[in-house]
């Protein structure tokens, strides 16, 4: 049976509204793939290398756990952008997601240094971005979550998709997201992937890629996905913001 490993950064600090359900959801998709997903939890860093890694993962967090986990990956930076920049797939969301810029400045104006993985930065706000959220997107159509952040991330970066409900980014310029190489960064929550099927395939896909592993069938049946999918979006209508 093939096998691919995902790397999950800091499981014990970072896994609000439920983000451990994109681990479940990339498993379960493997598995109908005859691919044995195996999970690799990092919550210490030293001495970690990506030689094993084939799709890493990263939850959203507090301010307070976010600050925890940017020094634990500090350790690992330089190969954590190596690994990206080489064409790594991954997901970080929402905390996980604003840690990869380079600073992340609170409310009360405190300025905390980034991986600086990436060239961005995050400016947090008391009030929040929050509720159910729909985008829409050149790669994966439509996508559906939830968002909670006071964080605004601004970027020239190739965005996830453009915000038809809700907020994404920041609440101006009505992208959500970061798509740079195989990375894909977003403040969807709730969780994302068993939400969005083709982000999950797209995960895997470029893993089996990089790995010479095959990725067959390439299409599942997805009606409940699909009818999941739309239910949301009714939601995220009816709550139009
Ligand atoms: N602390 C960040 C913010 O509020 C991230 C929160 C989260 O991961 N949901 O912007």
């Known amino acids: 049976m093939n096998e691919l490993t995902v790397y999950h950064f800091m499981s014990d600090k970072l896994n609000l509204y439920s983000d451990i359900g994109n681990i479940i959801a990339l498993k379960q998709r493997a598995k109908k793939r005859n ?13 970690i290398t990506f030689d094993d890694c084939d799709i890493f993962f990263i939850g959203g967090g507090s301010d307070r756990e976010q600050a925890l986990a940017t020094k634990e990956l500090t350790k690992i930076k330089t190969s954590l952008k190596n690994a990206i920049e080489d064409g790594m797939p991954g997901l970080t969301i929402c905390g996980g997601y604003q840690f990869l810029g380079t600073k992340y400045i609170t409310p009360d104006g405190t300025e905390l240094e980034g991986l600086g993985v990436l060239d961005f930065y995050t400016e947090s706000r008391t009030d929040r971005l929050t509720g159910d959220i729909v985008i829409e997107s050149e790669t994966f159509g439509t996508i559906v979550g939830f968002e909670n952040h006071g964080g ?12 038809i409900h809700g907020y994404g980014n920041n609440d101006i310029d009505r ?67």
Do not use: Q, W
């Open 175 to 241: 992208e959500e997201g970061i798509h740079y190489k195989n990375l894909l960064g977003s403040y969807l929550h709730g969780p994302i992937l068993p939400k969005n099927h083709e982000m999950t395939d797209y995960l895997l896909e470029k893993a089996c890629e990089r790995k010479g592993i095959s990725f067959e069938p390439k299409t599942l049946d997805n009606t409940e996905e699909e009818m999941a999918k739309k239910v949301l979006i009714n939601r995220a209508r009816s709550n139009k913001k």
């Open 35 to 47: 691919i044995k997903l195996n999970v690799k939890e990092i919550n210490e860093t030293e001495g």
């Open 152 to 163: 605004r991330t601004y970027h020239d970066y190739d965005t996830l998709g453009h915000v």
